[in-house]
């Protein structure tokens, strides 16, 4: 259903007052919108195929096609203007028409920064542009000048990502304080397409971890949170570093901000559910394989495998580059890693397992070694990677 706010000459000029301008509830969907649809040079795709990129060799085609995406986005600015939403624009320059940054400057005196929020750690709204890559996903502020993401997740025929969200977003599961889902404000719906609005949080890999509490929190979140998952049948599919999420914005053309994962202000989200797999709750752990390839691996087809397992597995194996710089000085952590990445696929552990075995050696930590600073960002193959100076 949507809200179709009365008066709609004056909708822009008052979309971003400190009132929101009296609306109409109709059932059904709006007139104007639909004869919009029906007369605009590039209607909506109805299924999530048609929002999505191409592969191609062709440079040319490859920026038509980005820009026909952007045109859906672009229709669909005044239908979120309309629910208090401002959606980013292009920005001008030919040579960066990829990048969306804010349309207006807003006043964000009321810009909040508390759960679900992100802190703000920008200056200038330059500093916000996003680039168009993933292409069901378009930044956004609200009227209080709240940093938003929009993205679609359904289109006319109910999706996975729907089920699973609706699945995250029960009374039960909204709430639990093991639900790191990055929240969901709203669920909007256009003409059969289904959008969720969430908060815009910052990645993983464009913040510092200061001290070994920092870096062994983060991956007790992630691997707490995935744990979560499995025990409602899901299974993310996808979970490398760049759908981790921590509650900052950051300055996008900074690489490197410290200070952010202090245990006392740090919260962690994942985000980006268009791969997953949802299964019925008697689903059994043991019980179910697939053969889809699991995020970043080559090859569509892969030999049957547990999803479950495998997820725990290629979670530990990401998680590893960023936890295994305290190995100098709490060597534990390589064995912990090595038992499970070494280990046979039938003798892989679940995550509940792997979650037990990382609580019981963080807990065998002493104060000294959680409060070591950090001198290395990455661990890659066994060779320390030092922190930019």
């Not at 509830?25 to 299924?47: A, I, K, Y």
């Not at 009321?110 to 929020?117: H, L």
């Not at 038992?339 to 930590?365: M, Q, T, Y």
Request: charged share 30%; with cysteine; proline share 6%.
């Amino acid at each position: 259903m949507l809200r179709i706010i009365l008066g709609f000459g004056l909708a822009s000029a008052a979309a971003f007052s400190s009132k929101r301008i009296p609306y109409l509830r109709f059932l059904g969907s709006s007139v104007m919108w639909r004869l919009r649809v029906l007369l605009h040079s590039n209607p909506l795709p109805r299924d999530l195929a048609g929002w999505e990129d191409i592969s191609t060799d062709n440079d040319q085609q490859a920026i038509e096609h980005t820009r026909k995406l952007m045109s859906y986005w672009i229709f669909l600015k005044p239908f979120f203007e309309l629910k208090g939403y401002d959606l980013f624009e292009p920005m001008k320059n030919k040579t960066q028409w990829c990048y969306l940054v804010p349309c207006k400057s807003l006043d964000t005196t009321k810009r909040r920064s508390d759960y679900p929020y992100a802190r703000k750690c920008y200056a200038k709204d330059e500093e916000l542009r996003f680039l168009f890559s993933s292409t069901r996903v378009w930044p956004a502020r609200d009227i209080d000048g709240n940093d938003l993401m929009v993205r679609l997740i359904s289109g006319s025929e109910p999706s996975d990502e729907l089920r699973i969200w609706q699945r995250l977003h029960s009374p039960a599961l909204k709430n639990h304080p093991r639900n790191r889902a990055i929240p969901v404000l709203e669920f909007v719906e256009f003409d059969g397409l289904i959008f969720i609005v969430m908060p815009r949080w910052g990645s993983l890999r464009k913040n510092d971890f200061g001290t070994a509490e920092e870096v062994l929190n983060m991956a007790e979140s992630i691997l707490d949170f995935v744990d979560f998952l499995h025990e409602h049948r899901i299974v993310h599919r996808d979970l490398d570093s760049q759908n981790m999420a921590m509650n900052v914005v950051n300055n996008e053309n900074w690489d490197y901000s410290t200070g952010n994962h202090d245990p006392k202000h740090a919260r962690y989200a994942v985000i980006d559910f268009g791969f997953s797999l949802i299964y019925p709750y008697e689903t059994k752990l043991d019980s179910v394989t697939t053969t889809l390839r699991y995020g970043w691996e080559t090859g569509e087809v892969q030999p049957p495998r547990n999803p479950f397992k495998l997820e725990a597995y290629r979670v530990v194996e990401r998680l590893q580059f960023n936890v295994r710089v305290v190995e100098k000085f709490i060597p534990e952590i390589g064995p912990f890693f090595d038992d499970i990445l070494s280990a046979h696929e039938a003798d892989r552990p679940f995550a509940a397992e792997v979650l037990r075995r990382f609580r019981e050696l963080k807990a065998s930590l002493t104060p000294e070694q959680l409060a070591t600073p950090l001198e290395y960002r990455y661990w890659v193959k066994g060779k320390f990677h030092p922190k930019k100076k």
